[in-house]
DNA sequence: TTGTACGCGTTATCAC
DNA sequence: GTGATAACGCGTACAA
């Protein structure tokens, strides 16, 4: 807003001897003005070369339509891809993003929020998980998160449960003797819990043998090589021979262990089967295509951006009737089938 | 803003009986107020909850604070891990960033950039290829693009000539009998064409039998495999016994040459020498560690929004000295040495 | 050090 | 269908 030479309603009003509210009326309700009317204003609008202000339109209405995205990464191709799909909502909804990338660091991310509110976001999507929801609640604005801790907020969430059990099946049906879920510490908070519980339920249900391996893997590239290595030495002397069925966190770390074991034993050995979650690029491009879980992320961004408009329209409305409970939508996963089952 | 109970500088003044100016001062300029001054409003602003208003501070001084993005796509890990670091210069620089996703479409774009110009953007950062830098100049507002033509506008480019020299001398090194680069067909406008003249010239200059095969790879896992297969046949029997080094233009791409390879072969021939580019995650976890030239994304990106503050400062001075020519910024690449050479 | 008065560009309200 | 006027919340001469 350079100070100068910015064309305003005033100049067009007096270009076209209407007043600012009648150009005000072009933009907001043409169909109020005869068509004459509106062909001379919109001739005006070329003539002087009119850009909109919507910053002055805000300051006005109240309406920002802003929507502030706290992500907390973006190494992971599950946090780029979300990003982008919540962003791809602008063709459907119209909602601007302002985004910041949390650091893991609370206090960070409380000021990236006062910078948001600051701005008059009328609404945020979370994806870190830094802050707590009751934190989040207390913010007082239609909040939605994504795959994260959301007991006092609204959120869209993979059915991780269901997750587990459509890989946990899938290995079944391979008549593997042993089944084993690889995972980092999880709590139970976390939706990403729900595919640990989903892998142990279908386990006892059916009555398979299994086992739950638990290693920090949230590291570095060479931490989870060692971490994995240690594992898979240890899977090797006590399932020998048995056909052992591995369910492990991502498809990150199932190709990590794939690539341990085709460095081993020159290729997948039959007694090995591998399911990942995600279906990142990396588990089509891996030296054998790895069989995964995969979140629908352009239908979880889609509800996600569209459960934070219906609240952000509620709030608008003369008379708005707060949500007694917090709205948590659920998303099912694909199987993926590769060949690494 | 809900249209209620929003605390102004108004509400404050009277609490503290001081005036508006004064409590605007408490923020822009709290040196010339008392400290006891300073206690009584920050006092009444925790008292009465103040939540600050930068809308109404834009639409008062005129700066918005806002650089406006536009990314491609979020496919590659170049272009999130750009995004990434550019968001990252907010706690250096202070701008926020409303971030669209350019969908290669002309008039998309265009819209976007003027949903962008309304609100009022101080600068905008393009890395998306759609728009000419002459219709991106047009715009009259501060600009950097990255890694694109940049005729036009300010721009911060890797040293891509200059990779493909690192990428080639090392393959020099190696003593290969035959180099290669696998390409798909790039304009001269584009940065990344360097990457093929810097091979070919360092080639040339060492007098070393080379090849440039040009195929298209900007598609599908499925395309880029079966093109490269082809290639890879025609390498196979044109120099058989012949140590082959090949420069690909992507770390994907030479995974996926890779594990044609490896797939074929066992192992990685010993005839084989492979380098890619970008130093994405995927050179680190290929089965084979791949050897690449790296952009220093995290510099590219804080040069990028440097270079635009620069300008939107001048911008901001009362006798601006628009630049003469457009600053092009280049950044040495680097050369990352693993298991493929 | 503090206050007055006005401007920023738009929308909302009410009147005609 | 159109217009006058007052918000919206803050910054900034200019004055005191």
Redesign the interface.
């Known amino acids: ?3 100068k030479n910015n064309v305003t309603f005033n100049d067009i009003a007096k270009y076209t001897n209407f007043s600012k509210t009648t150009i005000s009326r072009y933009f907001n309700n043409p169909d109020s003005l005869t068509l004459e009317n509106q062909k001379i204003i919109s001739d005006a609008l070329v003539k002087l070369n009119y ?6 339109r ?2 006005a209405n ?3 339509e802003f929507i502030g995205i706290i992500i907390p ?3 992971h ?1 599950y946090y ?2 979300m ?2 799909q919540i ?2 909502t ?1 063709e459907t909804f119209g909602y ?6 949390g650091n893991e660091n609370e206090e960070t991310e409380r000021r ?1 929020i006062q ?1 948001l ?4 976001i009328e609404g945020l999507i979370v994806l870190s998980h830094t802050l707590s929801s009751s934190e989040l609640a207390d913010l007082q604005i239609p909040i939605v998160t994504i795959e994260r801790e959301d007991e006092h907020v609204c959120s869209v969430n993979t059915d991780n449960y269901m997750g587990g059990v459509q890989a946990t099946c899938l290995l079944a049906k391979r008549n593997c003797d042993i089944l084993i879920h690889i995972n980092s510490p999880t709590s139970p908070d976390l939706p990403a819990y729900g595919r640990i519980q989903g892998f142990q339920d279908t386990c006892k249900e059916q009555q398979l043998n299994h086992r739950i391996i638990y290693r920090e893997l949230e590291s570095q ?1 060479e931490q989870v090589k060692s971490q994995l290595e240690n594992v898979l030495k240890e899977v090797d002397s006590n399932y020998q021979g048995m056909k052992k069925g591995i369910f492990i966190s991502n498809d ?1 770390h199932a ?2 262990l794939l ?1 341990l074991l ?2 081993k034993y ?2 997948l050995p039959d007694d090995y089967l591998i399911v990942g979650f995600d279906n990142s ?2 588990s ?4 054998i295509p790895i069989s995964t879980v995969g979140q629908q992320i352009d239908k979880l961004a889609f509800e996600a951006v569209s459960l934070l408009v219906e609240q952000m329209n509620e ?1 608008k409305k003369r008379k708005p009737k707060p949500l007694k409970e917090p709205i948590h939508k659920v998303i099912t996963p694909v199987l993926f089938h590769r060949d690494t089952t």
């Not at 089509?284 to 030296?287: H, R």
């Open positions: 807003m350079g100070k850009k909109e202000n919507k910053v002055a805000i300051l109240g309406k920002t990464n973006f190494y191709h780029s891809e990003l982008n962003l791809s602008y601007k993003f302002l985004v910041f990338v990236y910078e509110m600051a701005y008059k590239h990150t190709n990590v690539n085709v460095r020159g290729t690029p990396i089509t491009e891996a030296i709030r």
